[in-house]
Nanobody
Framework: QVQLEESGGGSVQPGGSLKLSCVTS????????MGWYRQPPGKEREAVAS???????MYADSVKGRFTISRDNAKNTVYLQMNGLKPEDTAVYYC??????????WGKGTLVTVSS
């Protein structure tokens, strides 16, 4: 059974930093593209960043230069370092594992609130 568990969310002031972590159980991590998505209040879920099995990364334009995604295959963990946080980054952040094109696994989400 595959499970993804996010941690690291919380409340921070504008300009602050947070680091999200997502631990994946099961034997899919090393062969999966991993990603972070977010769903702001009242809005649809959107892609934030992804990292492929060989480390290729992609970012949404809104977070480029501020967020960094990384993975540790030995720990089955993907990270999202978020710097320069803005109020518009407020959202529930979800971890995603994609071991195949049409197969997705999701975590339950962790809330990030950016407010003064």
């Amino acid at each position: 059974q595959v499970q993804l568990e996010e941690s690291g969310g919380g409340s921070v002031q504008p300009g602050g930093s947070l680091k999200l972590s997502c631990v994946t159980s099961g034997r899919i991590f090393i062969s999966s593209q991993m990603g972070w998505y977010r769903q702001p209040p009242g809005k649809e879920r959107e892609a934030v960043a992804s990292i492929g099995t060989v480390g290729t990364t992609m970012y949404a334009d809104s977070v480029k230069g501020r967020f960094t995604i990384s993975r540790d295959n030995a720990k089955n963990t993907v990270y999202l370092q978020m710097n320069g946080l803005k109020p518009e980054d407020t959202a529930v952040y979800y971890c995603n594992a994609r071991p195949a094109f049409d197969l997705n696994y999701w975590g339950k989400g962790t809330l990030v609130t950016v407010s003064s």
